[in-house]
């Protein structure tokens, strides 16, 4: 009886710990702000400024992680 109870424990860990990363998985960094740098010939870009996205509640979220 207590193996049954230790199993069904372990198994609400593992079902919480994987809902919570799913979540982590539905965010990103998007740059929102960017600086060129450099002169005509050389030129580089800068993010100045991140932002954190949430894509969980999108239906495209793969277009969402890409800052679309």
């Known amino acids: 009886m207590v193996t049954v109870l230790k199993w069904f ?3 609400a860990l593992l079902i919480t710990l994987t809902a919570s ?3 982590k998985l539905d965010e990103v960094w998007v740059c929102v ?3 060129w740098a450099g002169d005509v010939f050389n ?3 800068y993010c100045v400024e991140w932002v954190k996205k949430d894509c969980s ?3 495209y979220k793969d277009l969402c ?3 679309v």
């Open 33 to 35: 702000r960017w600086q």
């Open 65 to 67: 992680k890409l800052g």
């Open 21 to 23: 990363s799913q979540e």
């Open 9 to 11: 424990t372990i198994l």
């Open 43 to 45: 030129r580089k870009v």
């Open 57 to 59: 509640k999108r239906l």
